[in-house]
């Protein structure tokens, strides 16, 4: 039995040595010098240099002169990171349903006879979606350089320059940054965000 036991706990130990610790740590040493930036949150700060939040995970803008964030389902309130989940009501469910046409009624009182974009309506799976599709956004260009006074061409511009295209050009879809373009926006008109 002992014969049987000691190279069983010398595996052990070693394996819990070889990936519990170095592994792990050599893993960590290559993404702080490869991707300092990612390895640590891909966090974006302010022109104070207050971190403002990540460029990975969304959060809340419902003031009228900031770039709307897709509807949240995580938490009670939205954008919860310790609740993330999309809202897991099916299709044909009718909360979901009527959830989906009110906000589809806002946004056509906001741009009349635009067409409603999928990510406007719905949440994401996560619900912590950082991003929002450039028709979305474009929806939205009046309402912030009403309130911001701004011409729209310079809110159109804030999100040209914040808009991701397709990975290697073939994946994904075109999405824009919300948190970035409403720090673009901020910078640029003076204004800065309480949190």
């Not at 519990?20 to 893993?27: H, K």
């Not at 993404?31 to 460029?55: E, I, K, M, W």
């Not at 929002?132 to 009403?146: G, N, Y």
Request: aromatic share 4%.
């Amino acid at each position: 039995m002992i014969q049987h036991l000691r190279p069983a706990l010398a595996s052990v130990i070693m394996f819990t040595a070889l990936l519990g610790l170095l592994y792990p740590l050599a893993v960590t040493g290559v993404a702080q010098t490869l991707f300092p930036v990612q390895a640590n949150g891909s966090l974006v700060r302010d022109d104070t240099g207050r971190v403002a939040g990540s460029a990975l995970i969304g959060q809340t803008f419902a003031q009228a002169g900031y770039l709307h964030p897709r509807p949240s389902a995580a938490g009670a309130n939205g954008y919860d990171a310790s609740a993330s989940s999309g809202s897991n009501l099916g299709p044909l469910n009718p909360d979901l349903i009527a959830t989906v046409g009110d906000r589809a009624a806002a946004i056509r009182a906001e741009a009349p006879g635009a067409p409603v974009p999928a990510d406007a309506v719905t949440a994401s799976a996560s619900g912590l979606d950082p991003h929002v599709s450039p028709e979305f956004a474009k929806l939205q260009v009046p309402r912030i350089a009403k309130a911001r006074a701004m011409p729209q061409a310079d809110v159109q511009a804030a999100i040209n320059r914040h808009t991701e295209g397709r990975l290697l050009g073939f994946i994904g879809q075109p999405r824009v940054n919300v948190l970035l373009v409403n720090l673009d926006l901020d910078a640029r008109s003076g204004v800065a965000r309480t949190p």
